[in-house]
T-cell receptor, first 112, second 114 residues
Framework: DAKTTQPTSMDCAEGRAANLPCNHSTISGNEYVYWYRQIHSQGPQYIIHGLKNNETNEMASLIITEDRKSSTLILPHATLRDTAVYYCIVSLFQGGSEKLVFGKGTKLTVNP | DGGITQSPKYLFRKEGQNVTLSCEQN?????MYWYRQDPGQGLRLIYYSQIVNDFQKGDIAEGYSVSREKKESFPLTVTSAQKNPTAFYLCASSPPGTGAYEQYFGPGTRLTVT
């Protein structure tokens, strides 16, 4: 089972910031939070990941709360092409390797 | 261009037939993965391979088989034992030393079994 909880869907106006929340209250101290997105009928695309500190790259920003029990992915200026399902993932260590466990994600719709 | 290719994009088979899905990468990645996605659901891990000639079962390996004879290739066979094979199948790979986060996904193969 996925170790994260996300809203099923969200809407955002084009040009505005999209803030996607994620709860991961059972996260362990050495587990990272990853964000991927999947545009309809394509393979998922890696966006960003973080452990404790806030992170930013050319695609998005990741804000992790101090207790690490939740995080928010921020798309600063959403475009129509950002419409996708966004997955918040806490990796699972199993059998000596780290694996991703995808939940159902949040379907973000960016409206014109 | 470097990347992951999966072929074909759409595949149709009759029930009771085995079918093999292709996954090739020219990224020189060590680890490769197979996922299954059903409508409205997240991805579920079928099999993964950290190195050539080695692979491990994921969460839903029953009815599937894989091989990893070459670094570039990780074919998935959907056998007749898989009770609900119709799904979208995704292959991914990751570079050495990056753990799980930097997985690069192929475009997927949509398998329909009737």
């Amino acid at each position: 089972d996925a170790k994260t909880t996300q809203p099923t869907s969200m809407d955002c106006a084009e040009g505005r910031a999209a803030n996607l929340p994620c709860n991961h209250s059972t996260i362990s101290g050495n587990e990272y939070v990853y964000w991927y997105r999947q545009i309809h009928s394509q393979g998922p695309q890696y966006i960003i990941h973080g452990l404790k500190n806030n992170e930013t790259n050319e695609m998005a920003s990741l804000i992790i709360t101090e207790d690490r029990k939740s995080s928010t992915l921020i798309l600063p200026h959403a475009t129509l092409r950002d419409t996708a399902v966004y997955y918040c993932i806490v990796s699972l260590f199993q059998g000596g390797s780290e694996k991703l466990v995808f939940g159902k994600g949040t379907k973000l719709t960016v409206n014109p | 261009d470097g990347g992951i290719t999966q072929s074909p994009k759409y595949l149709f088979r009759k029930e009771g037939q085995n079918v093999t899905l292709s996954c090739e990468q020219n990224l020189n990645h060590d680890a490769m993965y197979w996922y299954r996605q059903d409508p409205g659901q997240g991805l579920r891990l079928i099999y993964y391979s950290q190195i050539v000639n080695d692979f491990q079962k994921g969460d839903i390996a029953e009815g599937y088989s894989v091989s990893r004879e070459k670094k570039e290739s990780f074919p998935l066979t959907v056998t007749s034992a898989q009770k609900n094979p119709t799904a979208f199948y995704l292959c991914a790979s990751s570079p050495p030393g990056t753990g799980a986060y930097e997985q690069y996904f192929g475009p997927g193969t949509r398998l329909t079994v009737t």
